[in-house]
């Protein structure tokens, strides 16, 4: 018994569009993963900058004393584990080519490995240079996002 399957144009034209569909969202992924914590910091940031609001501090300003906190907060925090941090790999610094030549010369480690693996590693620090100033983009991005998406959210209330 032979079954014939019959398919519709409609069905061919829905699948394709489907399909398209899924594609463009792979394409903008980032964006909307941008998108969605932007979201989410507008909804953490609303009632601090409503708290000013109701303090008759006009609804930018309000933003972006809320942004200056929050900035202010990271930056304290970063700069006290910053400080030690740099004092130690200064320390650490003046102190490595003794004990390294020291080491490799109990562990009969060959020096020229090692000046490979440096060499390597320099070639991905434009990499990693490039990697960190997406990231500030990114970061930058997100931040005005929810900028407007606070000034949104006031229209949205009123």
Not at 102 to 123: G, H, M, P, Y
Request: glycine share 2%; proline share 2%; aromatic share 12%.
């Amino acid at each position: 018994m032979v079954q014939k399957i019959d398919i519709s144009h409609k069905t061919v034209v829905f699948i394709t569009i489907f399909f398209i569909g899924l594609w463009l969202t792979f394409l903008i992924r980032d964006l909307l993963v941008i998108l969605f914590v932007a979201l989410i910091f507008m909804s953490a940031l609303s009632p601090l900058v409503n708290f000013f609001v109701k303090l008759k501090i006009h609804r930018a300003l309000s933003i972006a004393l809320t942004y200056i906190i929050i900035l202010a907060s990271i930056t304290g925090l970063i700069l006290t584990i910053f400080q030690p941090m740099v004092e130690e790999s200064n320390r650490m610094i003046t102190t490595f080519p003794s004990t390294a030549n020291k080491l490799f010369d109990i562990l009969n480690i060959d020096k020229s490995v090692i000046q490979t693996e440096v060499s390597a590693l320099s070639r991905n620090l434009f990499s990693f240079t490039l990697t960190v100033f997406d990231n500030l983009l990114t970061i930058i991005f997100l931040l005005v996002i929810t900028f407007y998406l606070l000034l949104e959210n006031f229209m949205l209330l009123a």
